[in-house]
């Protein structure tokens, strides 16, 4: 029997997984919108002021002191060369009694990513989407895809497939709604005869319903 160990990698921005490294850090460098050199240098530079800090916390000594106060002037000069705040992605808030998640994305201390969902108060399971927003400066790096996929599947599990998903969109940012088209196969609720004449004035018109097994695939959730 040949027994072989096989490394696992993660982007630590999506959590996306893959025996590939290659392939991991390219997920991470469109998440941060750097270079591969950029990236290494920059974990690098963290992992050695991770070390410094983990060393002066056994041992306050002055020479672990002076270590520890360049490395993480180092790494901040680093950071702020080369525009780099680490990115988090987590559930800001769950209520599973009355349906709601919401989730965010941070770099650093700045929220640059918002998701919420909502169930239905009709007793069927129908979800909706009613915000879903990137700050200028972070869309089409992946990130709003990311929090949007991780409420996607928190909501999942804590209800089970959903009836409908439901998603509303307010006219504005064309390429979200070319997004959904695609992906989800978004269907407007408003009649036909409606969008011609009076969409404006119809709340149905800034409705689609996506497709659910579609939805739940993107998330890794069915």
């Known amino acids: 029997m040949i027994r072989r ?8 921005v999506c959590g996306k997984r893959s025996f590939n490294r290659n392939e991991i850090q390219a997920c991470e460098i469109k998440h941060y919108n750097t270079t591969i050199d950029t990236l290494d240098s920059w974990e690098a530079r963290r992992a050695r002021y991770i070390m ?7 041992d306050h000594s002055e020479h672990n002191k002076t270590v ?3 490395s993480e002037k180092s790494l901040k000069k680093f950071e702020e060369r ?15 009694e009355n349906g709601v998640i919401e ?12 998701c919420e969902i909502h169930k239905k108060d009709n007793g069927s399971n129908t979800w909706v989407i009613p915000a879903w927003f990137t700050e200028d400066g ?5 990130i709003g895809t990311a929090v949007l996929a991780s409420a996607l599947r928190d909501m999942r599990t804590a209800f089970g497939i959903p ?13 979200v709604y ?17 969008q011609k004449t009076q969409p404006g004035d119809d709340w149905d018109s800034h409705i689609y319903e996506l497709d659910c097994n579609k939805v739940l695939r993107f998330a890794g959730a069915l």
């Open 82 to 96: 080369n525009n780099l705040r680490q990115i988090t992605i987590h559930c800001k808030f769950l209520d599973e």
């Open 68 to 70: 520890l106060e360049e």
């Open 5 to 12: 160990m096989l490394t696992q990698y993660e982007c630590e």
């Open 103 to 114: 989730y965010i994305a941070k770099a650093g201390n700045d929220v640059i990513c918002r």
């Open 138 to 142: 972070y869309k089409n790096r992946g």
């Open 52 to 58: 410094a800090e983990s060393t002066y916390y056994f």
């Open 163 to 175: 009836d409908h998903i439901e998603y509303i969109w307010n006219g504005q940012n064309q390429y």
């Open 178 to 194: 070319d997004w959904l088209i695609k992906n989800f196969d978004a269907v407007c609720k408003c009649p036909i005869a409606v």
